[in-house]
């Protein structure tokens, strides 16, 4: 509505790099989260603090990976 085109005037990234960003037009660029390693991650965390209440928070860097499309 604002006339701006995608990605001359705005460039545009998604998260997550669900099935439609690669498809849309223009097609989105995206970060890419490591799911398994996310989903590993909190199940190992889980079961610590299973075995010890007493675990505190943790912060886990599993990296993403960015994935350059039309968008940018």
Known sequence: RRGLAVPRDLALVGFG???FAAWST????TIRPPRR???LAVADHLLR???DPSTGPMTIDVGFELVPRAST
């Open 37 to 39: 390693e996310i989903g």
């Open 49 to 51: 603090r299973i075995d």
């Open 17 to 19: 790099d669900l099935d």
């Open 26 to 29: 223009p097609s989105l660029s």
